[in-house]
Every structure is written in structure tokens, then in C-alpha cells.
């Protein structure tokens, strides 16, 4: 009788201890994912998975900024340019497909600019909306283009009266995918979050131009200035920021050599955390074949990386492939008409990528002349 109650009692306390256990490993998780919550109040997970709430590192749509249903927020479609071939063919492309997407359900796109940066028109002008502005003075930007950039929205804030609220900075080798919604939420821009921009990489370098006393590094997001959707209002502020740090970042050589072609988007994301403006980062923006697969729940195609396969169907990075398609090709003029489709086994992205050039280019007036 003794054995069997002294099993009963250790039954009773090894309840009461597992109880226990389960108990405080409960408590734990809550206070974790609670402590979580309240340390990084943007995090918003993907669309395609809300689940990776704990993983994803796409950023949350704080509860006081959403707005109400039906409401139309519009926004202007605005891309730097200029008036060499390379840039022209690609406007003409991505112009397209706005057109294609702009009226569809669900888009919230307004009207189109193409802010061209070479301070005289160019035989585009009237089959793209343009605004013409002026470069940086010559040798300022040192044979780095995309400086001109943020000189060229500087321009164009001060230069038009634009009806939207909202402005979209794009790019010309961006083609619509779907018609794009206005991800914008109140105080919060858009924007889409780069792998391989890291400031808290870069700290030594950063806090030449983000003291100490601004805030901590992690102040600063991992975005470029495209693609992003933000009040006018607020580029208005942060532009002429964005020129400067710009501008000096190219002049300090440890800079320039660290963040290379780069170096406007780090300008970009500096420049608006010293404004105190944070991101919505929205992973579904945008994708860059060939690295990503597929442009399900996608809203912008980039098309900054080559794409280089063999026949097998095989990725073959950093070598002229078999088959390959590479903006890069076409320098001088547009790319032909009816592109040959990438081999069986290269991924949807890029086979998508290749028959919506093969549709512009087969649609629009004068392919092989304009661009000249």
C-alpha cells in the first residue's frame, strides 16, 4: 500500500511540475512574440504567407494609418531618364505597359511622367509625357549618371503642379506585371527592401552622414529611392537632402569605393532618415529575375540583372550563356522584335520578361527608328 501511494504522489508532482513547465513555456512564447510586436511595430508580412509573421522581414501596416474602404489614393508614375538610346528604349517599353495596366481593377495609377535629365527635348516627347530638366553641371556627377537623379525630382517637384498626392519614383527598366495599388499608408511611404543594401554593415561610414545623435542605424532602411510611393509632400522635403548626401557621398573616397554603383540608393535612404521617414517595406513590389522565379502576386518587373542560360535550361551567371537576355546587349539601340523564348527549364520570371518586351516591341509605332 505504501509503494502504491508514494507512486501516486510522485504521479501527482510530476503533474504539478509538467503543468508548471508548459505553463511558463507558454507565458514565455506570449512575451516573446509581444516583446517582438512591440520592438518592431512595422513588420508586415508577405502577402503570399501572413504566417511568417516571426521570419518575415517585410514590415507591418501600423493599425492607426489604415484607410478607410473604396478610397482611391492616386499616384503619379514618375521615372528619371535620359536621351541616350539605352534609356529611351526602355522608357518606351515600360510606358507600354502603364498604358496596359493603369485602367485595370484594382490600380491606383495616375498620370505618367518622364522626367528626362538632359536638359533639351528628344523625339519622345510626344509619345511619352515629358518634363524636361536640366543635368547636374558638367563633371559633377564623374560619369555616375544615376546622380543626376535626385537633381531631376528637385526640378520636377518645384517645376509642375502635379494633381496626385502621391508620386511613384520608378525606373525605365521597370514593366508593369499587374495594376499596382497604392501600398502607401499614412505617414508611411512604400518601399521595396534590397538584399544588399546594409547599413548596419556600414556603420563607420554611414555616420559621416547620419550622426550619432539622429538616431541608431537601424533608423535607415534598406531601400533605394526606386521603386517607392510616397506623399508628395514628403519628397518634396526629402529631394534637395537627397541631392546633397548624394553629392558629398561621391566626393569621400571611402565612400564612393564602398557603396559604388549603389551609392545614390544609400544617398536615398540616408537622406530620409534624417527626415525621420521610414518605409513600409513591401517584398511583393517588386522581382529581379533571374534570381527570382516567379511573378505571382507581383506588381513590377526589374530588369536590371543579365539573364544567361544554357540549352539545358541552366543558370549560368557571370558568363555569356547560350541563350541571354541582357538590357546591357543594347547599349546603342533597341533590342529586335520577336526575342527567341529562353530554353525549357529557365524559370517563369524570365520567360514572362521575354514575351512582354516581344508585345511592346511588336505594338509600338516605329521600333527600330525612335530610339535612335
Same mark, same amino acid.
Given at each position: ?102 485602367d485595370l481593377p484594382g490600380s491606383e495609377m495616375g498620370k505618367f511622367t518622364r522626367i528626362l535629365h538632359s536638359g533639351n527635348p528628344d523625339n519622345l516627347m510626344d509619345e511619352i509625357p515629358t518634363v524636361v530638366v536640366d543635368p547636374l ?55 521595396? /527592401?534590397?538584399?544588399? #543594401?546594409? !547599413?548596419?554593415? %556600414?556603420?563607420?561610414? *554611414?555616420? +559621416?552622414?547620419?550622426?550619432? &545623435?539622429?538616431? /541608431?542605424?537601424?533608423? #535607415?532602411? !534598406?531601400?533605394? %529611392?526606386?521603386?517607392? *510611393?510616397? +506623399?508628395?509632400?514628403?519628397? &518634396? ?30 544617398a536615398y535612404a540616408v537622406a530620409s532618415a534624417l527626415h525621420g521617414v521610414q518605409h513600409i517595406l513591401y517584398r511583393d513590389f517588386m522581382l529581379q529575375p533571374p534570381w527570382d522565379l516567379e511573378t505571382r502576386n507581383k506588381f513590377i ?69 525612335a530610339q535612335k
Amino acid at each position: 500500500m505504501l509503494g502504491k501511494k508514494n507512486m501516486r504522489q510522485a504521479v501527482l508532482l510530476f503533474l504539478v511540475i509538467l503543468s508548471i513547465g508548459i505553463f511558463f513555456l507558454t507565458y514565455n512564447f506570449i512575451i516573446m512574440v509581444v516583446h517582438y510586436r512591440d520592438s518592431a511595430p512595422r513588420k508586415w508580412p508577405s502577402s503570399e504567407n501572413p504566417s511568417h509573421l516571426l521570419i518575415d522581414p517585410v514590415i507591418e501596416m501600423p493599425e492607426h494609418a489604415k484607410r478607410p474602404k473604396n478610397q482611391r489614393l492616386l499616384f503619379h508614375v514618375a521615372l528619371t531618364a535620359t536621351a541616350a538610346p539605352y534609356s529611351k528604349w526602355q522608357c518606351r517599353i515600360m510606358y507600354y505597359w502603364y498604358k496596359k495596366r493603369k485602367d485595370l481593377p484594382g490600380s491606383e495609377m495616375g498620370k505618367f511622367t518622364r522626367i528626362l535629365h538632359s536638359g533639351n527635348p528628344d523625339n519622345l516627347m510626344d509619345e511619352i509625357p515629358t518634363v524636361v530638366v536640366d543635368p547636374l553641371p558638367e563633371g559633377l556627377d564623374r560619369g555616375y549618371v544615376v546622380l543626376n537623379r535626385p537633381w531631376a525630382f528637385v526640378q520636377w517637384l518645384d517645376k509642375v503642379k502635379i494633381e496626385e498626392e502621391y508620386v511613384l519614383m520608378a525606373e525605365p527598366d521597370h514593366i508593369f506585371l499587374n495594376p499596382l495599388p497604392n501600398l502607401v499608408h499614412e505617414g508611411y511611404p512604400a518601399a521595396f /527592401p534590397f538584399f544588399y #543594401i546594409k !547599413p548596419s554593415e %556600414n556603420v563607420k561610414i *554611414i555616420r +559621416k552622414f547620419f550622426p550619432e &545623435e539622429m538616431g /541608431p542605424i537601424t533608423s #535607415i532602411d !534598406p531601400i533605394g %529611392n526606386s521603386p517607392v *510611393i510616397i +506623399k508628395k509632400d514628403l519628397l &518634396e522635403k526629402i529631394a534637395p537632402t537627397w541631392m546633397n548626401v548624394s553629392l558629398k557621398m561621391k566626393n569621400d573616397p571611402e565612400t564612393d569605393n564602398t557603396f559604388g554603383w549603389v551609392l545614390e540608393m544609400y544617398a536615398y535612404a540616408v537622406a530620409s532618415a534624417l527626415h525621420g521617414v521610414q518605409h513600409i517595406l513591401y517584398r511583393d513590389f517588386m522581382l529581379q529575375p533571374p534570381w527570382d522565379l516567379e511573378t505571382r502576386n507581383k506588381f513590377i518587373l526589374h530588369y536590371t540583372y543579365g539573364c544567361d542560360y544554357n540549352m539545358k535550361g541552366e543558370l549560368i551567371y557571370g558568363k555569356i550563356g547560350e541563350w541571354r537576355f541582357d538590357k546591357r546587349s543594347y547599349l546603342d539601340g533597341p533590342p529586335p522584335q520577336n526575342l527567341s523564348l529562353p530554353p525549357p527549364g529557365v524559370p517563369e520570371s524570365v520567360v514572362t520578361l521575354v514575351k512582354m518586351v516581344n508585345e511592346a516591341t511588336a505594338n509600338i509605332p516605329n521600333w527600330d527608328t525612335a530610339q535612335k
